[in-house]
């Protein structure tokens, strides 16, 4: 199996610890080895979609995401050696501010560090894995019942990191309770070991966790929302207009907003078209996108 711990100086991840602990070696010799595992459980983690056919694609990713990742973890090293404690150096003449800032700007390089990893393993997933939930298009029928189902089954997922981290951080509980708990509340047995034996952080999820989710429940309110609102600009919209010359269908049943011109168009309004999203439709006859109301603005922003 690879080894990458290389990929991290030995010397900078102790050096990173010197103003935070008595134990600077220990803690560098850690971080290496927590780099180095996380790497290779990555690529055992690609492994499971790799074929004959995708192999170098699953290559190509891993050496992404291991570039990546290591460029982020060096810049949480680079931040965390300017944090210094009081217990190491002594109270006496402590800048406060110095440190609170400094511990400020480690803090958001570990959460770059750790959502940039968990997104851009969400973007691999959805690449690689057959099984990956697919994307949710305007053009189905039942998308907003659709939308709204995943939407209910994020604000369930919501709660349940919340009453997880409650327990995981639970003073109360012994960590055997803990475990049960967590398994209760429908966490498998790999998810909660991570919870009561974080890497690093606090126990439970990472903050990043819930914001991301909480960010998606949003995003698909507004997706929602937009899709409502579509639906009744159809009623009130005609179907066939219009502008400065330019026939323009609104087809409903294609789900596409259709532009006929009058003979071929100069290059100037091809390069306009094809710069606002609309691509030529050879069976069509047309310049069409998908039907929204951002494809109506493009449009009449284009012909004004």
């Not at 047995?189 to 919870?195: A, G, H, I, L």
């Not at 606090?202 to 989710?213: A, I, P």
């Not at 995003?219 to 600009?233: G, K, N, P, T, Y």
């Not at 907003?257 to 003979?263: A, E, I, S, T, V």
Request: hydrophobic residues 30%; charged residues 35%; proline residues 2%.
């Amino acid at each position: 199996m690879n080894d990458y711990k290389s990929d991290i100086d030995l010397t900078t991840a102790i050096n990173a610890h010197r103003g935070t602990s008595f134990s600077s070696e220990k803690r560098g010799a850690s971080f290496v080895n927590d780099y180095d595992g996380h790497l290779k459980w990555t690529l055992e983690w690609l492994n499971q979609w790799r074929t004959d056919e995708n192999s170098a694609d699953i290559d190509e990713a891993f050496a992404y995401y291991r570039e990546g990742y290591k460029k982020r973890a060096l810049a949480y090293l680079y931040a965390h050696s300017r944090c210094i404690s009081s217990f190491i150096t002594g109270p006496s003449g402590f800048p406060v501010e110095r440190a609170r800032k400094a511990n400020a700007s480690a803090d958001k390089r570990l959460t770059e560090w750790l959502e940039w990893s968990h997104k851009q393993r969400e973007r691999t997933r959805r690449k690689f894995d057959p099984k990956a939930p697919t994307v949710i298009s305007a053009d189905d029928e039942d998308a907003i019942a659709k939308l709204a189902a995943k939407r209910d089954r994020l604000q369930q997922r919501q709660e349940a990191y919340k009453a997880a981290n409650k327990v995981a951080r639970s003073k109360k509980l012994d960590e055997e309770q803990k475990r049960q708990q967590l398994l209760d509340l429908g966490f498998d047995e790999k998810t909660v070991y991570t919870c009561l034996h974080p890497r690093w952080g606090k126990f439970g999820f990472d903050s990043y966790v819930l914001t991301n989710n909480n960010a998606n429940i949003h995003r698909i309110s507004d997706r929602i929302v937009a899709l409502q609102r579509e639906a009744e600009r159809r009623e009130t919209t005609p179907d066939e207009y219009e502008i400065n010359g330019v026939k323009i269908i609104e087809n409903n049943d294609e789900n596409r907003l259709q532009l006929f011109f009058d003979g071929k168009p100069e290059r100037s309004m091809i390069d306009k078209l094809k710069s606002r999203g609309f691509h030529w439709s050879r069976t069509r006859r047309c310049w069409q996108r998908l039907l929204n109301n951002n494809a109506r603005y493009a449009m009449k922003e284009i012909l004004k």
